[in-house]
């Protein structure tokens, strides 16, 4: 199988500007995925509570048990 070559130079000014906007990207996406997987926020868990609910996780866990 033939050696696949790269022209990327990692040193390059370009490519670490790139790189640092995607890391910026990176970061605000597992943010996001923090919050969604806390439900929401505290604020909409609070007030889905309030409403006498149970958030989609507990549903789903006493279902399953």
Known sequence: MPVITSKIS????????RKAAMDKLVQDLEQLAGTISQGGGE?????HLARGK???????RQLLD
């Open 10 to 17: 990692p040193q390059s000014e370009l490519f670490q500007s």
């Open 43 to 47: 604020v909409a868990c609070q007030r």
């Open 54 to 60: 149970l958030l989609p996780r507990e549903r789903i």
